[in-house]
Structure formats: C-alpha cells, structure tokens
Nanobody, 129 residues
Framework: QVQLVESGGGAVQAGGSLRLSCVAS?????????????LGWFRQGLGKEREGVAA???????TYADSVKGRFAISKDSAKNTLYLQLNSLKPEDTAMYYC??????????????????WGQGTPITVSS
C-alpha cells in the first residue's frame, strides 16, 4: 500500500503562483520503489471530470495538458519520496481540487487516470480574478 498526501494548495489571485507537494509513505514505499513509479497530478473542478495536468515517468520524461504547458512544472525528488507541481501564472480556470497519483505500471508519462493505482486526498486551489 502507498499513501499519498498532498499539500500546498490555497487561495491565490490570478497571475500568482503556488507549489504543491505530494509525499508518499507506506510499507512498500522506498526510495527505490518511488523512483520506479510513474507519477502524475490531476485536477477536478466543481461539476467537471477529473483531468490530467502533468505526469512524469521513471526516466524523468514529462507530459503536460495543453492548458497548462509553459505555466506548470512537475518534478520529483526520489530521495524524499516527494512529487511537486509548480504552478505559475494561475488563472481562474485552474480552480480545482488537485490530486497526486502514482502508477506501478512502467508506462511513459500519461495523463489518463485509469493507469494510476494510488491517489491522494487532494488539495484545493482557488484562483480569483
């Protein structure tokens, strides 16, 4: 089992920045196993479906949703079992609950939530205009 805990969400004005963190823990989590996971950030706005925002695979390759390219950056620190999402130039449409997720599959970075096994509880972001 893997537990994921997100933090760093909050309320910000349009144009502002936030940095989300996601820390993994559990009896099967180690620096080695965390480095082999594909990881991702997803979000779900009120009344909307969950959508992929950014993902990184075990080799460090990344992919982003078109709506966040050039504004968001995903990174990971395998030594700390932590995943990050830097969010810059935030827009009101970025308002959502943000979730981190981990996949035990050896996949290229993918934004499809069906490939992800473990999910955090989410951290909310509200962007005001």
């Amino acid at each position: 089992q893997v537990q994921l805990v997100e933090s760093g969400g909050g309320a910000v004005q349009a144009g502002g920045s936030l940095r989300l963190s996601c820390v993994a823990s559990g009896p099967t989590v180690s620096t080695t196993t965390w480095s082999t996971y594909s990881l991702g950030w997803f979000r779900q706005g009120l009344g909307k479906e969950r959508e992929g925002v950014a993902a990184v695979d075990s080799d460090g390759r990344t992919t982003y949703a078109d709506s966040v390219k050039g504004r968001f950056a995903i990174s990971k620190d395998s030594a700390k079992n932590t995943l990050y999402l830097q969010l810059n130039s935030l827009k009101p449409e970025d308002t959502a609950m943000y979730y981190c997720a981990a996949s035990v599959l050896s996949i290229s970075p993918d934004l499809n939530p069906v490939f992800f096994t473990y999910w955090g509880q989410g951290t909310p972001i509200t962007v005001s205009s």
